[in-house]
Nanobody, 115 residues
Framework: QVRLVESGGGLVQPGGSLTLSCEASGCKFGHYIMWWYRESPEKNREMVAEMTSLGGTRYSDSANGRFLISRDMDKSTLKLYMSALTPDDTGVYYC?????????WGQGTQVTVSS
């Protein structure tokens, strides 16, 4: 059974940084494409960052240059380092994994950027 558990969210001031983690279990970590998504009351769920099985990365326009997606193969964990945060980055952050045409989502972690 595939399970994704996000952590690392919290309250951060504008301009600050935060690192999110997504621990995966029940799958061959690193064999499938994975994403970080963000959802807020004002916006639909949107893709923030992507990492392919080969380690290729892709970012949304808003995340490009500020966010960094990475993975720790030893800990089966996908990470998202976020810097220069603004209130527009506020939302619930989810990780997603696509395995054999099935999408698996974590429960999300709240990030609030506010002074």
């Amino acid at each position: 059974q595939v399970r994704l558990v996000e952590s690392g969210g919290g309250l951060v001031q504008p301009g600050g940084s935060l690192t999110l983690s997504c621990e995966a279990s029940g799958c061959k970590f690193g064999h499938y494409i994975m994403w970080w998504y963000r959802e807020s009351p004002e916006k639909n769920r949107e893709m923030v960052a992507e990492m392919t099985s080969l380690g290729g990365t892709r970012y949304s326009d808003s995340a490009n240059g500020r966010f960094l997606i990475s993975r720790d193969m030893d800990k089966s964990t996908l990470k998202l380092y976020m810097s220069a945060l603004t209130p527009d980055d506020t939302g619930v952050y989810y990780c997603k994994e696509a395995i054999d045409m099935m999408d698996y989502w974590g429960q999300g972690t709240q990030v609030t950027v506010s002074s």
